[in-house]
């Protein structure tokens, strides 16, 4: 693959199920590139179709029953009209962390068992015991694991959610992904257990020269590491860009209200939570116009026509009639 082909290239993605309303839109003409090595994150609230486009880049379920529009590129390969494509590239070349191990692995099965069948998966099946359990072992401590030998005949239940997701992770690993998409890998742990992960995280997507979807609500876990940042609102992208830049002075008052959400330490500050007023509007709802001019308080009588993407800078775009680019100070006073 050329250097100047992006690994992943998602462009006007359209994601709708069939309900008795009708067909339901669940992303709307989402699109972001991502490159060899690089650290995005997608953010925003539960609802916000998270989720589903990191499941429809392989159409995993429930996304295989959905009707996809738009293109969705990983190595110059279209997988949307190349079905051989999509089969070399699913559970080889893209791995997948999902937010609640416990429902993720097969309470049934022992974890050696489940890591074979991520080697098998991964273009190594029929390797000689002896050398399976090499690879099964080695895994185990590159996530680091300790005991490795007597993990393999551990069933998930007699492993704690640290360990569960690290054992994800090793099964992610196996594959020897070219991407790895972690979804809201620290949701079911502990605060220590979730900085833990999220070191681990880091230190093997280096180690293997990986890129990383990050996909979280919190923007306090994007900070320092990953370098861009995808806002999403209602199945659409209503910012992206460097992640330093958006997090110092953030251009949507969507993404203002999400910083100013992530709890803080400053006594100055009264340790006074703050939220953005409303919820995200349902699927097959949406508000005409800007889907977030409900909760805004800057809307306008500009905000009853659906916003356009802008650009503000080199890289850096919000889809708003009022963006707030360049007056950081501006942020409290709208969301305050």
């Known amino acids: 693959m050329s250097a100047a082909v992006p690994l992943l290239e998602i462009d006007n993605l359209g994601l709708a199920f069939t309900t008795a309303a009708g067909n339901t839109a669940v992303v709307r003409g989402l699109g972001f590139v991502l490159r060899s090595g690089e650290r995005a994150a997608l953010v925003g609230e539960s609802g916000c179709g998270k989720s589903m486009t990191c499941l429809a880049i392989t159409r995993l379920p429930p996304t295989d029953r959905a009707r996809l529009t738009g293109t969705i590129r990983f190595g110059g390969a279209d997988l949307t009209t190349d079905p051989e494509a999509l089969a070399r590239v699913r559970g080889r070349q893209i791995g997948y962390v999902f937010q609640d191990p416990a429902a993720s692995l097969n309470p049934v099965m022992r974890i050696g068992a ?37 993990l393999l005949k551990a069933y998930p239940c007699e492993l704690s959610g640290g360990m569960q997701q690290r054992v994800m ?80 002075t953030p251009a949507h008052p969507y993404t203002a209200g999400l910083i100013r959400a992530v709890p803080t330490l400053d006594a100055s500050g009264g340790n006074a939570l703050h939220d953005i007023p409303g919820t995200v509007p349902p ?54």
């Open 114 to 150: 489940q890591l074979n069948e991520a080697l098998a998966a991964g273009g190594r099946p029929g390797m000689p015991r002896r050398r399976w359990r090499q690879q099964a072992c080695k895994l185990l401590e590159d996530v680091r694991l300790p005991h490795a030998e007597a």
């Open 169 to 248: 992770l090793a099964m992610a690993l196996a594959c020897g992904p070219r991407l790895l998409i972690a979804d809201e890998p620290t949701t079911a742990l502990d605060v220590t257990t979730q900085a833990e992960v999220l070191d681990l995280l880091d230190a093997l997507v280096e180690a293997h020269g990986m890129a990383l979807l990050l996909v979280t609500h919190n923007l306090g876990l994007v900070a320092g590491r990953c370098e861009t940042l995808h806002v999403l609102y209602a199945g659409q992208i209503v910012e992206t860009g460097p992640s330093a830049r958006v997090l110092r």
């Open 283 to 336: 699927p097959g709802r949406l508000p005409a116009g800007c889907a977030f001019a409900p909760r805004c308080r800057c809307r306008s009588a500009a905000c009853r026509t659906p916003p356009t993407m802008r650009t503000l800078a080199p890289g850096w775009t919000c889809r708003c009639w009022h963006p707030l680019a360049g007056t950081p100070a501006a942020t409290p006073e709208v969301l305050s």
